[in-house]
Structure formats: structure tokens, C-alpha cells
């Protein structure tokens, strides 16, 4: 029964080890069609890099994205992958600056949507565990030395409860000379 698990697991291993592998009609891109599209994609970074720079600064302003978190050169090598992955299905330089700039413009508006699910998760966060915050809360009393002591220790048995009121402190006279 064991042998019969162990191969079953093995031959799975090995199908979604040959998932990964080109199969025989795919086209793997070879050196000179990298060289190729480096240099095509060399003429269009700097202005796409323009761009995510121009819209963050934009959103960064309007405090839509916190200031800093996000980087156009971040952005800009995200578009290079997804470039890298699409070389095949992209032909012309025409077409690929205008799904390149399509492209950017949809990782920009994936960003801004995760800010937002990023705002209202920590939110949500925030007000679900409030409770527990407070109720975690030290709280603290100072003895007659000045130390501080928790308020949990001052709720021993061995302490006597001694409730003073004002008028054990101060003599009251009911005979008023004036």
C-alpha cells in the first residue's frame, strides 16, 4: 500500500516536473532574439519611465499611494517581464510602444487598487482587534514610595480595604463664631 502511494506521488513530481519544460512547438527565445529585443525595448524605457514617474507623482499628490513606497523603476521592470514574456505575440515596434503604454497604464491602475485593498484590510484589522488592544492594556498605580504597581496586584486579599472618606481627615465644628 505504501509503494503504491510513493509512486503515485512520484509520478506526479515528474508530470509537473515535464509541465515546466517547453514541449517541441513552443519556441524558446534564443540569443540573438534576446539582443533583438533589448534593443528594441532600450528606445522605449526611458519614455515609459517618464510616465510611471509623471502618474506616481500625480497619485502621490492627490494621496491616493503613500509617498515613496513605490518607485518607477520598480514598475518599469515589472513591464520589462511582462514584455519579456509576450515578445512573440507583440510584432512591430508601433505595436509594441502602444501595448507597452497599455500595459503601464493597467499596472498603474493594479496599484492603485492594491493601496486601496491595503487600506481597508489594516483598517479592518485596526477595528477588529481594538478591543483586544484595550482589554491587553496595563494599567498602573503609584504606592506611597512613588513606585509604580499594576492595579491587578493591588487587588490582593492580605491588603486591608480601608475606605476613608473626607470627613475621618477634617475636624468639623458646628459652632461658628462670628
Known amino acids: 500500500m505504501k509503494n503504491i502511494i510513493k509512486e503515485q506521488i512520484w509520478q506526479r513530481v515528474i508530470q509537473t516536473f515535464t509541465a515546466t519544460i517547453p514541449a517541441s512547438g513552443e519556441r524558446v527565445i534564443s540569443q540573438n532574439e534576446l539582443v533583438v529585443f533589448n534593443q528594441r525595448m532600450v528606445g522605449f524605457l526611458p519614455r515609459i519611465k517618464e510616465f510611471f514617474s509623471w502618474q506616481l507623482s500625480k497619485l502621490e499628490k492627490n494621496n491616493i499611494i503613500p509617498g515613496g513606497k513605490y518607485k518607477a523603476e520598480d514598475l518599469v521592470d515589472d513591464l520589462y517581464i511582462m514584455a519579456y514574456d509576450h515578445n512573440q505575440k507583440v510584432k512591430g515596434d508601433v505595436h ?83
Open 96 to 178: 509594441l510602444f502602444n501595448w507597452l503604454f497599455a500595459k503601464a497604464k493597467e499596472l498603474i491602475e493594479d496599484t492603485i487598487i492594491e493601496v486601496d485593498f491595503d487600506n481597508t484590510f489594516f483598517k479592518n484589522i485596526d477595528n477588529y482587534t481594538k478591543v483586544e488592544r484595550d482589554e491587553m492594556e496595563e494599567r498602573f498605580s503609584v504606592d506611597g514610595d512613588g513606585d509604580l504597581v499594576m492595579e491587578e496586584e493591588l487587588d490582593d486579599l492580605s491588603y486591608r480595604k480601608n475606605d476613608y472618606v473626607l470627613e475621618s481627615a477634617f475636624i468639623q465644628s458646628t459652632n461658628y463664631e462670628a
